[in-house]
């Protein structure tokens, strides 16, 4: 299994840009988490989806960022439009039934600077 | 504070000794579970220990829960420089499905 997949690995780009970020879940996964990471603020859970819903949107920083899951096998999240405060590293995680009592299993992140 | 809370916040240690990195807590818990990051990566996920347990092994590690005193405790033995890298604690709290992380112990084993 390839694990998650995320893409890009890193994305610069200037503010006021729309910046989207893009993760394949394990197959098979029902569950998938959007983290941020950042150095003040650790990690911090942006959004839930539960067989493609999205369960809990409440970590979400404001209307600029929006998430998306129009399949099993993949989400975005968008940033619109982008902001220096937005530069962080994003995580995208599945498990495979979102209960917490189950692995969640990281991709490697998406390193976004916003100049 | 509904997060775990990771102490020391930074460890160094020579290459064979053991490291110990404990995790606090407020909150009522379902289980707890800590995770390794190395340099740019993303999080692996390493041990789950479970309310009513007190203690679980996987390889040389060594995972300790108190929920009495609201503690955790992992334990890495032999340590090896492989093992450099930032350990967090996430909990679950009882009837969430959101893990919680900590900021993490970052620990350094020097060959």
């Known amino acids: 299994d390839a694990g998650v997949i995320q893409s890009p690995r890193h994305e610069v780009t200037e503010m006021g840009q729309e910046v989207t970020l893009r993760c394949k879940p394990i197959?098979?996964?029902?569950?998938l988490f959007w983290y941020r990471q950042t150095m003040m603020r650790g990690l911090e859970l942006l959004i839930y989806?539960?067989?493609?819903?999205?369960?809990?949107d409440s970590g979400m920083p404001e209307d600029r960022f929006s998430a998306k899951m129009p399949n099993a096998s993949f989400s975005t999240l968008k940033i619109q439009p982008s902001e220096p405060r937005d530069s962080a590293v994003y995580f995208c995680?599945?498990?495979?039934?979102?209960?917490?009592?189950?692995?969640?299993?990281f991709g490697p992140g998406t390193r976004l600077t916003v100049l | 504070s509904q997060q775990g809370e990771e102490d020391p916040q930074a460890l160094s240690i020579q290459e064979g000794e053991n490291a110990t990195m404990n995790c606090s807590y407020k909150?009522?818990?379902?289980?707890l579970q800590w995770y390794r990051q190395n340099s740019g990566r993303g999080l692996v996920h390493l041990i789950l220990?479970?309310?009513?347990?007190r203690e679980k092994h996987s390889g040389r590690l060594r995972v300790t829960l108190d929920t009495s005193k609201k503690s955790s405790s992992l334990l890495i033995t032999a340590s090896r420089a492989a093992d450099t890298a930032s350990y967090f604690c996430?909990?679950?709290?009882?009837?969430?499905?959101?893990?919680?992380f900590g900021k993490g112990t970052k620990l350094s084993v020097i060959p």
């Open positions: 995680a599945s498990s495979s039934s979102g209960q917490g009592t189950d692995t969640q299993y």
């Open positions: 197959s098979g996964h029902n569950s």
């Open positions: 989806f539960n067989n493609n819903v999205p369960i809990d």
């Open positions: 909150t009522s818990i379902n289980n």
């Open positions: 220990i479970r309310s009513n347990e």
């Open positions: 996430a909990l679950l709290k009882a009837g969430s499905y959101q893990l919680t």
